[in-house]
């Protein structure tokens, strides 16, 4: 059965089993049948009085093989080969470096010790993937680690250094060297005494109804649609009884967990994450990039120019004048310093950073500079004004990109000589936070030019994803258009805050009358008033409302009201904004009527899925999975349900097709179906299919 992913040694009177299947040894079924193999083979032989497992290349087990889930369970299962591990005569002990994730470190738990290497990594990610650990975590770590430090690790996902592993009982000593030589000097000291060892199983674990129920509450409050969290709780609350029935228990839910659309949204973005790195472009060879050129140094220059120094690359920041370059030190300093307080970087780290800062009022400065990104207020005269001075100051081979979020790459790349080394680098608010890059790819673009964004995207632990050139690129483009039908629900009935209520209850972090308080409605007042010379006149206009706002100075919480009222930490209804909803609603000759949650949600996710089509259509995404990751990491669309056009699966093309030949009838100009939508209802295609190349 096995293609041989785990092999044996015999070294005196021990054995070493190696697993080896790259990139991150996923103990697919080969390599579960491989390990129980393995056993078979050491007893027969019948030499070894200890057993080292380690792992090949740069991970020890990084989890369950994620691609065999959904599919036919096939023997043996992960649960039955930790409790073989754990169940043989010959004491086993695991060896550790990169990282023990999920099922990777379930199995080093079936074993009877663990050392690992200073700068391994161990955790129980499951619940990320809308699970919980399936192979014995949530009764083997309560055991090992007792239950508050198991309820951190399984509810967290978070990747724990070895040291702290340490400390909680899950490693039994770290030990540095090759993964070999640690498993071999390991065994050799399970066969020497000078590494005592257990069976998990035979340990109990400590009950702490406390922690369980703290963590019950914590759980309920912050993750309310969510199942998986509290099937972790549960599965760990039964960890001071037997060990049998608390792994029946885990198994069961862990079944249900799998089946349930949020895991499948879950491992839909996971794999969504790396699969956008899949480029027509991947080939080709990405520059160097040394040093970046940062133009502006507002909110977005100066988050990007500290997300650029976190990630170790020297900045040149340039200001027009001395007043606002000191601003943007400013305001890097304390972007950096936050980073400090939250724990994402040292102290010492920080001073290092900001010593690789340059601040300069002379576009000149960019002379040398390997990549330049310009990030000026959203004016296309600007922009090409200072696209044609680099043009004569940047040295050749420089790649220029603009973080625009709207205009048009071609006509700013038609003020250069060398429109094949510009680009769109498309940050998103705030910067050095948010992990969405829009690698924006004009029609000159060269390809060593693209992959050199996406490499940079890497440099900067951004998720890039590769975007065509039309007005807002993929997510502002979309935004654009399910905004509209946002603005209309309110026209016709609805209110902003049960607007804001209901796709909060859909799972959004923030409903979008917040979300445009947040970010201030001024922006979108300038774009309704820059697209107003193209509106086509048979489109309903839906911003009647936010202009008034806006016209009053009220944009939001930047002046402490917009469509509500802003005091403090405080968010109160806005109490002129019922007036002005009136006063719009009479101006159009409207008769408001009542709206359920449901079909706000239902108008709302059809129109942003209908754009989203229209954009994989017009070939501005690549797939529709890059659709997903843009609105999973750009514009807080709820992870577990995968992104729209995941979500669209669970609704389907047909009765997609459905709605909006139903609201059409009310707007026929807005309520467009799309040829692709038509064609996938005609054939009963998905946006999966699609994403497979179908
Ligand atoms: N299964 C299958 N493929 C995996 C995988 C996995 N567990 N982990 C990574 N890959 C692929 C990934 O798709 C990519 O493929 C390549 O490996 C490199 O990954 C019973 C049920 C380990 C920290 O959740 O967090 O165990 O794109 O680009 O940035 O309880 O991968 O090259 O084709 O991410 O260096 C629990 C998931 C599973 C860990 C490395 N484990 N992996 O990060 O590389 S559930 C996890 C990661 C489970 C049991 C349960 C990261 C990493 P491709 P990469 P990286």
């Known amino acids: 059965m096995s293609d041989k992913k785990v092999s044996v040694e015999f070294v005196d009177d021990v054995a070493l089993i190696c697993i080896d299947n790259p990139p991150v040894n996923a103990s697919g079924v080969a390599v579960r049948q491989g390990l129980v193999d393995a056993l078979e083979e050491i007893r027969a032989a019948g030499t070894a009085k200890a057993i080292g497992l380690y792992c090949a290349g740069r991970t020890f087990v990084a989890g369950a093989d994620i691609t065999e889930f959904g599919k036919p369970p096939m023997a043996p299962g992960l649960p039955e080969v930790c409790d073989i591990l754990e169940a043989n005569e010959t004491p086993i002990v695991a060896a550790i470096h990169g990282t023990a994730l999920g099922g990777g470190l379930e199995t080093a738990m079936g074993c009877h010790a663990r050392v690992a290497v200073s700068s391994a990594k161990v955790g129980l990610p499951e619940v990320l993937l809308g699970l919980l650990p399936g192979a014995g975590g949530t009764q083997r770590a309560p055991r090992l680690a007792g239950i508050p430090n198991a309820l951190d690790l399984i509810l967290s996902g978070r990747h724990v250094p070895a040291a702290e592993a340490h400390k909680m009982g899950l490693i039994d000593r770290i030990d540095d060297g090759e993964p070999r030589d640690v498993a071999l000097a390991a065994a050799r000291d399970v066969v020497s005494g000078a590494l005592a060892t257990r069976r998990t199983c035979d340990l109990t674990t400590t009950p702490d109804e406390a922690a369980i129920e703290a963590t019950a509450a914590m759980v309920a409050k912050k993750h309310p649609q969510l199942m998986s969290p509290q099937k972790c709780v549960e599965a760990v609350a039964a960890s001071t009884g037997d060990f049998k029935e608390g792994l029946a228990l885990e198994r069961a839910a862990f079944m249900t967990c799998l089946a349930s659309p949020q895991s499948k949204g879950l491992i839909h973005a996971f794999f969504g994450e790396r699969a956008v790195a899949n480029i027509p472009e991947k080939k080709a060879q990405a520059r160097d990039v040394a040093s970046l050129?940062?133009?502006?140094?507002?909110?977005?220059?100066?988050?990007?120019?500290?997300?650029?120094?976190?990630?170790?690359?020297?900045?040149?920041?340039?200001?027009?004048?001395?007043?606002?370059?000191?601003?943007?030190?400013?305001?890097?300093?304390?972007?950096?310093?936050?980073?400090?307080?939250?724990?994402?970087?040292?102290?010492?780290?920080?001073?290092?950073?900001?010593?690789?800062?340059?601040?300069?009022?002379?576009?000149?400065?960019?002379?040398?500079?390997?990549?330049?990104?310009?990030?000026?207020?959203?004016?296309?005269?600007?922009?090409?004004?200072?696209?044609?001075?680099?043009?004569?100051?940047?040295?050749?081979?420089?790649?220029?990109?603009?973080?625009?979020?709207?205009?048009?790459?071609?006509?700013?790349?038609?003020?250069?000589?060398?429109?094949?080394?510009?680009?769109?680098?498309?940050?998103?608010?705030?910067?050095?936070?948010?992990?969405?890059?829009?690698?924006?790819?004009?029609?000159?673009?060269?390809?060593?030019?693209?992959?050199?964004?996406?490499?940079?995207?890497?440099?900067?632990?951004?998720?890039?994803?590769?975007?065509?050139?039309?007005?807002?690129?993929?997510?502002?483009?979309?935004?654009?258009?399910?905004?509209?039908?946002?603005?209309?629900?309110?026209?016709?009935?609805?209110?902003?805050?049960?607007?804001?209520?209901?796709?909060?209850?859909?799972?959004?972090?923030?409903?979008?009358?917040?979300?445009?308080?947040?970010?201030?409605?001024?922006?979108?007042?300038?774009?309704?008033?820059?697209?107003?010379?193209?509106?086509?006149?048979?489109?309903?206009?839906?911003?009647?409302?936010?202009?008034?706002?806006?016209?009053?100075?009220?944009?939001?919480?930047?002046?402490?009201?917009?469509?509500?009222?802003?005091?403090?930490?405080?968010?109160?209804?806005?109490?002129?904004?019922?007036?002005?909803?009136?006063?719009?609603?009479?101006?159009?000759?409207?008769?408001?009527?009542?709206?359920?949650?449901?079909?706000?949600?239902?108008?709302?996710?059809?129109?942003?899925?209908?754009?989203?089509?229209?954009?994989?259509?017009?070939?501005?995404?690549?797939?529709?999975?890059?659709?997903?990751?843009?609105?999973?990491?750009?514009?807080?669309?709820?992870?577990?349900?995968?992104?729209?056009?995941?979500?669209?699966?669970?609704?389907?093309?047909?009765?997609?097709?459905?709605?909006?030949?139903?609201?059409?009838?009310?707007?026929?100009?807005?309520?467009?179906?799309?040829?692709?939508?038509?064609?996938?209802?005609?054939?009963?295609?998905?946006?999966?299919?699609?994403?497979?190349?179908?």
């Open 293 to 694: 050129g940062v133009i502006g140094g507002g909110t977005m220059g100066s988050g990007i120019s500290t997300s650029a120094l976190m990630a170790g690359l020297p900045v040149t920041l340039v200001e027009v004048t001395q007043e606002a370059l000191n601003k943007g030190v400013a305001t890097i300093t304390g972007n950096l310093d936050g980073a400090v307080k939250r724990g994402k970087m040292s102290a010492e780290k920080r001073d290092a950073a900001l010593a690789m800062l340059t601040a300069s009022t002379a576009l000149e400065s960019l002379g040398d500079v390997d990549l330049v990104i310009e990030a000026v207020f959203e004016n296309m005269d600007v922009k090409k004004e200072i696209f044609g001075k680099l043009d004569g100051i940047c040295k050749e081979g420089a790649i220029l990109a603009s973080n625009t979020s709207y205009l048009d790459i071609n006509e700013i790349a038609a003020q250069t000589s060398r429109p094949s080394d510009v680009l769109g680098l498309h940050f998103f608010s705030p910067a050095h936070i948010m992990k969405l890059l829009e690698v924006v790819v004009g029609e000159n673009t060269a390809p060593e030019v693209v992959a050199t964004g996406f490499a940079l995207a890497k440099k900067m632990r951004k998720v890039g994803v590769r975007a065509g050139v039309c007005d807002g690129f993929i997510g502002n483009r979309i935004l654009g258009h399910y905004l509209k039908a946002a603005s209309y629900l309110v026209l016709d009935g609805a209110h902003p805050d049960q607007v804001d209520k209901a796709l909060e209850g859909f799972g959004f972090a923030m409903g979008p009358h917040r979300v445009g308080d947040l970010a201030g409605l001024d922006i979108g007042y300038m774009t309704r008033k820059r697209l107003a010379a193209t509106r086509p006149a048979e489109e309903r206009y839906g911003g009647a409302i936010a202009d008034r706002l806006s016209e009053n100075g009220w944009n939001g919480r930047k002046t402490g009201k917009g469509y509500f009222v802003y005091e403090g930490r405080e968010t109160l209804e806005n109490p002129d904004l019922n007036g002005i909803i009136e006063e719009e609603r009479t101006k159009a000759g409207i008769t408001p009527r009542s709206f359920g949650d449901d079909e706000i949600v239902e108008r709302y996710m059809t129109a942003m899925i209908s754009e989203a089509v229209r954009v994989i259509e017009d070939g501005i995404a690549l797939r529709p999975v890059d659709v997903d990751v843009v609105f999973l990491m750009g514009y807080g669309f709820p992870r577990f349900r995968g992104g729209p056009l995941h979500y669209a699966d669970t609704i389907g093309a047909a009765e997609l097709v459905k709605r909006i030949e139903t609201y059409a009838a009310e707007d026929a100009y807005y309520w467009q179906v799309p040829a692709l939508l038509k064609k996938m209802a005609d054939d009963g295609s998905t946006f999966a299919d699609l994403n497979k190349g179908k």
